[in-house]
């Protein structure tokens, strides 16, 4: 039997493409679709919940179901080197003033903080002072 030349471009390109999918045209296809509805999302979350898990975890599964549907459709693997790099890249522009807990580190109010500052240094004023007073005083009884 003989294939048809439309037959025969339309079994390579599938091949093609199948083999490719993981390259270029997967990396194409996550940054255009999953990462344009990422950026969408995280831009209507205050920049001062982005490290918040609670607020943003919802938003992030989204950004991980869409690489995986993407690399269903495209018949790659997933995980893949491709989604590594590109979680890598989301996470450098997005988390990475972040703890790992997922807490933002900011210093505790007022408050808290002044006692562990002024009560070392009244301890320490105290403490000298009474040095200085029992060495004077005991000049004297000798």
Known sequence: HYIQPPV??????????SALGCGP?????????CLAKFKLDMQELDQKHWCSW??????YGDLTNCTYLVALKMECFWPNRLVDEFFI???????????????????????????????????????TALVVWRSKRSEGIM
Not at 8 to 17: D, F, H, P, R, Y
């Open 54 to 59: 609670e607020d943003t975890v919802e938003i």
């Open 89 to 127: 890249r989301v996470h450098k522009q997005y988390f990475r003033d972040c703890s790992l807990s997922g807490r933002l580190l900011r210093d505790p109010p007022n408050r808290i903080l002044g006692p562990f500052i002024v009560v070392p240094i009244l301890v320490t004023l105290l403490m």
């Open 8 to 17: 025969a471009m339309w079994i390579m390109t599938t091949v093609c493409v």
């Open 25 to 33: 045209h997967y990396e194409y296809a996550i940054e255009e679709f």
